[in-house]
């Protein structure tokens, strides 16, 4: 079995930088999340981390190839920034 995981995008159609490191981009949260199908025999390495958090390690073109659906971040009208 593999793995569904979860991407922040920066808008709804993703291409190859949406899945380069957030480091790397040199941003946060964003208003789309990719839904990725990752299978076990995948180049991809998933590392547990915080939080149920995943850290994955693997060449954006690869990641970008395992996407199945995209969906917007709905901001709560009580949402704030700190």
């Not at 793995?3 to 941003?27: C, E």
């Not at 208003?31 to 693997?58: F, M, N, R, V």
């Amino acid at each position: 079995m593999g793995h569904i995981v979860f991407r922040v995008l920066k808008d709804r159609t993703p291409s190859r930088d949406d899945f380069l490191s957030y480091k790397a981009l040199g941003l946060n949260l964003e208003s789309h999340i990719a839904k990725l199908d990752i299978p076990d025999d995948a180049l991809i390495h998933i590392e547990q981390c915080y939080g149920g958090h995943l850290t994955l390690y693997g060449e954006p073109e690869s990641l970008l190839s395992y996407l199945i659906s995209v969906v917007a971040v709905q901001a709560q009208e009580d949402d704030i920034d700190i």
